[in-house]
């Protein structure tokens, strides 16, 4: 396991800059995850703590020890690629070994470790079968089964679930994050998928354009976001912003209510408005509404509240969950 401290780290492409200046401290055995907008410089950080770029200023300190001209193979990371890159004429066996066999390890100890690292992953029934016989998340098992026979201290992930379908994404966040409270190992997760980031993090990384916009866990991102860029990313739906005499009232340049801190009525309420498409997903309705100040906001409601297209509805945020963001796009707390 291993700590990790990035102190101001820079990248840039010629005049391009890409990270301006970055400073985190990831705890032994977190598991943080870094979101945000594609291009925003989540999977360039990653690649320079792995060593797969080199940093334009800054230093990169795991364990206490300066990694910052390090090679990759001497930072002691193992990484998990978007694609899997499985070598397809060898067994499952062979490419979880691989790396160790590469290593000259002995025989009998890649064997050891190869079948530690399966019954690990569910994969034991699975070693002798080619990638083309297996599936999508299995594939991905064998890719993270290779990295952990390397025993890291610290697993780098680069988006690796956005290869499969909804279904499997969901149990492989599951996998991952029962895998990461066995093993108790420090893992860095890059994706722009919000979602993703609220179920598996210990700690969420926002970026935005290089820069880190708010660093907590999931539900302090959520309760206390700190500007209108975390508030709008983080939750889904995502946050509601009225610019009107709703906010003025409040003393706001925005005012920002999420859809389920939103309750939604036929027959009276603070706010008016006209409903318009209504989205019934079981368990939850959320009603996208036009109010009669022309902004738009989503209400999230029980999944058998039913109200018909242009029907007029009323509604009434929550007292004390409401978000007021000055003319800079801050929180006023």
Do not use: W
Not at 50 to 60: R, Y
Not at 145 to 161: S, T, W
Not at 216 to 221: D, K
């Amino acid at each position: 396991m291993s700590a990790i401290q990035l102190q101001k780290v820079r990248k840039t492409f010629g005049d391009a800059v890409i990270i301006p200046g970055i400073d985190l401290d990831i705890r032994d055995g977190e598991f943080v995850v870094f979101v945000g907008p594609s291009g925003c410089g989540k999977s360039t950080l990653l690649r320079l703590i792995a060593g797969l770029e080199d940093v334009s200023g800054g230093k990169i300190v795991i364990d206490g020890r300066d990694v910052t001209e390090a090679p990759p193979a001497k930072r002691g990371l193992a990484m998990v690629f978007q694609s899997y890159a499985l070598y397809p004429h060898m067994t499952v066996a062979a490419n979880i070994g691989f790396p160790l066999k590469m290593a000259n390890m002995p025989k009998d100890e890649i064997d050891r470790k190869v079948k530690a690292a399966a019954a690990t992953l569910n994969l034991t029934d699975y070693l002798q079968r080619r990638p083309r016989e297996l599936s999508g998340g299995q594939r991905q098992r064998v890719a993270i089964g290779r990295a952990i026979v390397r025993e890291p201290k610290g697993f780098l992930f680069d988006e690796p679930l956005s290869n499969l379908d909804a279904a499997l994404r969901v149990n492989m966040r599951l996998e991952l994050s029962e895998l990461h409270q066995q093993l108790k190992t420090t893992m860095i997760y890059v994706t722009h998928d919000q979602v993703e980031a609220m179920t598996m993090a210990d700690k969420i990384v926002v970026l935005n354009r290089g820069n880190i916009e708010q660093v907590g866990s999931p539900l302090e991102l959520y309760a206390r976001p700190a500007n209108l860029f975390v508030a709008g990313f983080i939750g889904s739906p995502k946050m509601n912003f009225l610019k009107g005499e709703y906010a003025a009232r409040a003393g706001a340049a925005t005012m920002g209510i999420r859809p389920e801190h939103l309750a939604l009525s036929t027959s009276g309420g603070e706010l008016r408005g006209t409903a318009g498409v209504s989205e019934h997903l079981g368990s939850d309705t959320f009603v996208h509404v036009k109010l009669d100040n022309g902004e738009q906001v989503t209400a999230r409601s029980p999944g058998d509240f039913r109200v018909g297209h242009g029907d007029t509805v009323f509604l009434t945020p929550e007292p004390g969950r409401l978000h007021r963001f000055d003319d800079k796009g801050l929180s006023v707390h």
